[in-house]
């Protein structure tokens, strides 16, 4: 139990063009979803926090208007990277919280690479 | 603040040999600990966990980490590295009202044959 998926894994878009990603609880409620990026060879940086319904938190130095998240439903979330350059190029995940301990699974991850 | 120091940031060990990988965390309360494992272009795997309880966990694929509170550790430990292990490892400490996780920065391991 307690799968998350993303979609896509892979998108590869031209520089100033928005791209969408979806993550999705499959088997669970979840009631906050996180966004992550990370670079080559680095760790995972938390982006920012959603809740359902409720605009989302960001970590300092994380553009809102640049990275736009929605969690309308318990089961979905979206990143969209607004106006993508070459420097949002990153490997995104995303993980969903509502069960016990309000422990985070995680998706598989998106790949993102902007010409 | 919470923050995760992973002192290594590449491990290699022969196959059949032990493996610790170490971490250290600062939380100002008790922590939840993560142990993730990353291969190439993948995404996270949920090695174990420590909510409460036994402070020795065990977790898939024969790896085990002890929570020490008194020297803010939860090693990693494996007594006999295989070949699939070779991978990224990343500890995590979470908490706080939204749980938020915090990573290391992650200590690649490299096995030989």
């Known amino acids: 139990g307690a799968v998350v998926s993303q979609h896509p894994s892979r998108v590869i878009c031209k520089s100033g063009t928005s791209v969408k990603i979806e993550c999705r609880s499959l088997?669970?409620?979840?009631?906050?979803m996180f966004w992550y990026r990370q670079f080559p060879k680095q760790s995972l940086m938390l982006m920012a926090t959603?809740?359902?319904?409720?605009?989302?938190?960001?970590e300092q130095g994380v553009e809102k208007d640049k990275f736009l998240i929605n969690h309308a439903s318990l089961t979905l979330s979206t990143l969209t990277v607004t106006s993508a350059h070459p420097e949002d190029s990153s490997f995104y995940i995303c993980?969903?919280?509502?069960?016990?301990?309000?422990?985070?699974?995680f998706g598989p991850g998106t790949r993102l690479t902007v010409l | 603040a919470q923050s995760v120091t992973q002192p290594d940031i590449h491990i290699t060990v022969s196959e059949g040999a032990s493996l610790e990988l170490r971490c250290n965390y600062s939380?100002?309360?008790?922590?939840?600990l993560f142990w993730y494992v990353q291969s190439p272009g993948q995404g996270l795997q949920l090695l174990l966990k420590?909510?409460?309880?036994?402070?020795l966990v065990q977790g898939i694929k024969g790896f085990e980490a002890e929570f020490k509170r008194s020297q803010s550790s939860f090693n990693l430990r494996k007594p006999s590295v295989h070949w699939s292990d070779a991978a990224e490892y990343f500890c995590?400490?979470?908490?706080?009202?939204?749980?938020?996780?915090?990573f290391g920065k992650g200590t690649l391991l490299t096995v030989n044959p």
């Open positions: 993980s969903g919280s509502g069960l016990a301990n309000n422990e985070q699974f």
């Open positions: 088997d669970f409620q979840a009631t906050t």
């Open positions: 959603s809740n359902e319904g409720s605009k989302a938190t960001y």
């Open positions: 939380y100002g309360a008790t922590p939840y």
């Open positions: 420590y909510f409460s309880g036994d402070t």
């Open positions: 995590a400490v979470g908490g706080g009202s939204n749980y938020k996780l915090t």
